[in-house]
Nanobody
Framework: QVQLVESGGGLLQAGASLRLSCAAS????????MGWFRQAPGKEREYVAA????????YYADSVKGRFAISRDNTKNTWYLQMNSLKPEDTAVYYC?????????????????WGQGTQVTVSS
């Protein structure tokens, strides 16, 4: 089992920055994929970014490319989502997730473990 604990959500104004954290425990991660998703009210859960745990390769949705950055700290079993130049349309509950496979996919159903979610609200 993998337990994920997220932190870092908040209420901000457009243009601000925020960093989310996801701390994991329960097993070693090898070549897994660690991701961030978000879900706005009335919408499906949406892929945001992912990182390959073993080598740190990063991947982004087009909507956040150039504004968000995913990173990890292997020593702390933690990965992060640095969000810059936030927009009102970034408002959502953000979830971290783990895919126990080396194949990168962006479909939420392909991830095996999920955090509890943290609210990010961006006002205009």
């Amino acid at each position: 089992q993998v337990q994920l604990v997220e932190s870092g959500g908040g209420l901000l104004q457009a243009g601000a920055s925020l960093r989310l954290s996801c701390a994991a425990s329960g097993r070693t991660f090898g070549n897994y994929i660690m991701g961030w998703f978000r879900q706005a009210p009335g919408k499906e859960r949406e892929y945001v970014a992912a990182i390959r745990w073993s080598i740190g390769s990063t991947y982004y949705a087009d909507s956040v490319k150039g504004r968000f950055a995913i990173s990890r700290d292997n020593t702390k079993n933690t990965w992060y989502l640095q969000m810059n130049s936030l927009k009102p349309e970034d408002t959502a509950v953000y979830y971290c997730a783990v895919r126990t496979s080396a194949t990168l996919i962006t479909r939420a159903g392909g991830y095996d473990y999920w955090g509890q979610g943290t609210q990010v609200t961006v006002s205009s």
